[in-house]
């Protein structure tokens, strides 16, 4: 029985249940790729103001009635890792910290059977004091967002006063055995693109592993232009200037990083380019939004709502397969090039990074 047939709300998108996709449990889709790794948004609510995300006044945030519940978010995780073949997972957000429960979701997540990997991606800010809680309830690695090294670019960059936090973070992540760590950096033409040498020589110190992202179009402003965007070939450049960076020679499969040793390593610094050399055709990721959407590319302009089929008293078996066929049905690229792209209605606080 179907949840059109069982009186469930009407889906977002199109997960038309097309009879040529195969007899496969997996989220496999149209191009033979199979989504493993579960990115979970648990809030869109964020405690910085990074100008190239939101405005200084922040956004119009989810209706907490519209959140799924901690009971309805672990109820969806676990089909996707017991049903669905999903086997990694990674909380995001908004900011996840400000998550309440954000402890229990995650050992809930953890006890599941199979055991997922599990990571989780933070600003920072809050982290110090929670690190090692967050590796007692099944945290394995973390990201963590920072620009800058410099206080007042800092504070320029997120409208917030709070590196001094984001860098006890780090230091607390390592101690708590959450590693790698991981430094997440957006270099910002004309802000802080003068950094990014001493951005790799602080991360190599420290035993971190910093990862440069190029600026995506997925900010609140719609304010993004393509020739604005710091590239993934200027950011080699550059940090080609200072030093030796030779491929790490491991295979990449789905990961978004391409990696580099640094002066022979061990340490290693990634380039995730997202726009100049998209990755779409190896990408193994599904999307769930802190309202109960799935999404099955980062710039989906379409999504699939579980919610109303978990509030409308769906089974397991019906909601996997509801997923299942929204999955088939992602498209092969996110079509950033192509003339007629549009960015998506959410921006990444909604979204999920």
């Not at 910085?48 to 119009?60: H, I, K, N, Q, W």
């Not at 769906?314 to 498209?331: C, F, N, Q, T």
Request: aromatic content about 4%; some cysteine; overall charge negative.
């Amino acid at each position: 029985m179907t949840a059109t047939e069982l009186g469930l709300p009407a889906l977002r998108g199109t997960a038309k249940r097309d009879p040529g996709r195969p007899d496969d449990s997996r989220l496999i889709d149209g191009f033979g790729r199979v989504a493993t790794d579960l990115r979970i948004s648990l809030t869109d609510r964020c405690n910085l103001r990074c100008t190239y995300c939101m405005p200084a006044e922040g956004l119009d945030w989810m209706p907490r009635e519209e959140q799924l519940t901690d009971a309805e978010l672990v109820r969806l995780v676990a089909i996707a890792v017991r049903d669905l073949g999903v086997h990694e997972l990674r909380f995001t957000g908004g900011e996840p910290l400000l998550r309440k429960g954000l402890e229990e979701v995650i050992a809930a997540s953890a006890a599941l059977e199979p055991r997922p990997d599990i990571s989780l991606t933070t600003n920072g800010i809050g982290l110090a004091r929670r690190a090692e809680a967050l590796a007692a309830a099944g945290v394995n690695r973390l990201n963590v967002s920072m620009d800058t090294l410099r206080p007042e670019r800092f504070a320029t960059i997120t409208r917030r006063d709070r590196l001094s936090d984001v860098l006890a973070g780090l230091a607390a992540a390592r101690a708590a055995g959450l590693e790698p760590v991981k430094i997440n950096t957006v270099l910002l033409r004309g802000v802080n693109d003068d950094e990014a040498t001493d951005l790799l020589a602080f991360a190599v110190e420290h035993g971190y592993e910093l990862r440069f992202i190029e600026q995506m179009p997925l900010d609140a402003q719609h304010g993004w232009e393509r020739s604005e965007m710091i590239t993934a070939g200027e950011i080699m450049e550059r940090l080609s200037a200072r030093f030796t960076l030779t491929p790490d020679g491991e295979e990449r499969g789905g990961a978004p990083a391409e990696r580099y040793l640094v002066d022979g390593g061990p340490a290693r610094v990634g380039v995730i380019a997202s726009v100049t050399r998209p990755f779409c055709g190896a990408c193994d990721r599904t999307r769930l939004t802190a309202d109960g959407q799935v999404r099955s590319c980062l710039f989906a302009r379409t999504e699939t709502d579980l919610r109303a089929l978990v509030r409308g008293g769906a089974s397991d078996a019906e909601i996997a397969d509801v997923w299942r066929y929204a999955m088939w049905g992602k498209l092969a690229g996110h079509g950033i090039d192509d003339p007629g792209f549009l960015q998506p209605d959410r921006p990444m606080s909604a979204i999920g990074g």
